[in-house]
């Protein structure tokens, strides 16, 4: 179903209106009798957990192995 409400009807009853889109509903606003915008809900998005990857870097890891000669040269 769609809903159409002027712009002064939705700065009235825009909570309503929200529900109302939040329900799946189409909720259009016209100005004039001419549709301008149309209320959509936003998708939810994943909650991110703060914190690192299951891997471990401690003092054998790779990184902390010395430079090649070449590469340390070229830091000098």
């Known amino acids: ?11 009235t009853h825009l909570s309503r209106l929200i529900a109302l889109a939040e329900a799946g509903e189409d909720v259009i606003v016209a ?3 001419r549709p301008v915008v149309k209320l959509v809900p936003v998708a939810p998005h994943d909650r991110r957990e703060f914190g690192f990857e299951d891997f471990d870097i401690g003092p ?3 990184f902390f192995d010395a430079l090649p ?3 340390l040269a070229a830091w000098e």
């Open 1 to 11: 179903m769609v809903t159409t409400v002027n712009t002064l009807e939705a700065k």
């Open 69 to 71: 000669p070449e590469e």
């Open 31 to 33: 100005r004039a009798g």
């Open 60 to 62: 054998s890891h790779p």
